[in-house]
């Protein structure tokens, strides 16, 4: 299981950094997770637009999502598009589908010439362990000011897990627990003054993996007015195990613990 940072800007791209989104890979098979702004960029840089076999959504704020209308205008315009015969299914939230469709087709008459079946099949996010490809996917809900979900996914014995956008709450416990590698996300330093329910620091993603036991812990959606050094400070002040702040355009190994 291979995964790949198409952007990992927090809340929104940074300076040549594109905001969230990932590749998950294994058996010729790519699920997308997130697809935030700038990020369709990097995927045509690095693989064939055409080469997703599934998108999950974690939520459907922009810097999550933006760039679904870079690839619908792609999926439907693009001289070598596919055909009708394979669309590609995407997971997310309640709402998502009336949400991008909006995204691409901003008025009615619009609207009324596709509601984007013509590429796309929408479907919920497994809230039980459900098949995606060759990954065993199930999606927990966390706590963020909209609906937002982390992923628990699993291949050939080794399980990964991705926070998506969350403060600290319970179900981060179950989402992270025991997994080989969590990939959470760390948007701004420690402080008393902020606001529950929305991010973690660095801090609090580190406390999180020592308390689940997690084999590896990467950082992502550290927000461009953050030091990145400083969270990761915060980070192995609280982790003992080994860490990483992504950066856009690597790649990563998914192996079980030793
Ligand atoms: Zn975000
Ligand atoms: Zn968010």
Avoid at 142 to 152: E, M
Wanted: glycine content about 8%; charged content about 20%; some cysteine.
């Amino acid at each position: 299981m291979r995964l790949t940072i198409l952007g990992c800007a927090g809340s929104v791209p940074g300076p040549g950094t594109n905001a969230s989104g990932y590749l998950l890979e294994a058996d010729d098979f790519t699920l997308a997770l997130d697809l935030g702004n700038g990020t369709v960029s990097a995927l045509q840089q690095l693989r064939d637009p055409f080469d997703l076999d599934a998108l999950l959504l974690s939520h459907l704020h922009p810097d999550h999502c933006a760039d679904f209308a870079a690839l619908t205008v792609i999926r439907r315009y693009h001289p070598e598009r596919p055909g009708a015969d394979r669309r590609l299914p995407v997971y997310g939230p309640a709402g998502t589908e009336q949400r991008l469709v909006n995204l691409y087709a901003p008025n009615e008459r619009e609207r009324a010439e596709t509601d984007l079946t013509d590429s796309y099949s929408f479907a919920p996010l497994p809230s039980e362990p459900t098949m995606i490809g060759p990954f065993e996917v199930q999606a927990i809900e966390v706590c963020h000011p909209t609906p937002a979900y982390g992923v628990r996914i699993s291949y050939d014995g080794t399980t990964f897990a991705y926070t998506g956008d969350t403060g600290v709450c319970p179900s981060l416990e179950r989402l992270a627990a025991g997994v080989d590698v969590l990939l959470a996300e760390a948007t701004w330093t420690d402080a008393d003054d902020r606001p529950p329910g929305i991010h973690l620091s660095g801090a609090e993603a580190g406390q999180l993996a020592e308390r689940a036991g997690v084999g590896k812990l990467l950082i992502t959606h550290i927000a461009p007015w953050t030091d990145p050094a400083a969270i990761h400070a915060e980070v192995k002040a609280a982790y003992t195990g080994p860490s990483e702040i992504v950066v856009q355009g690597a790649s990563y190994e998914l192996a079980q613990r030793r």
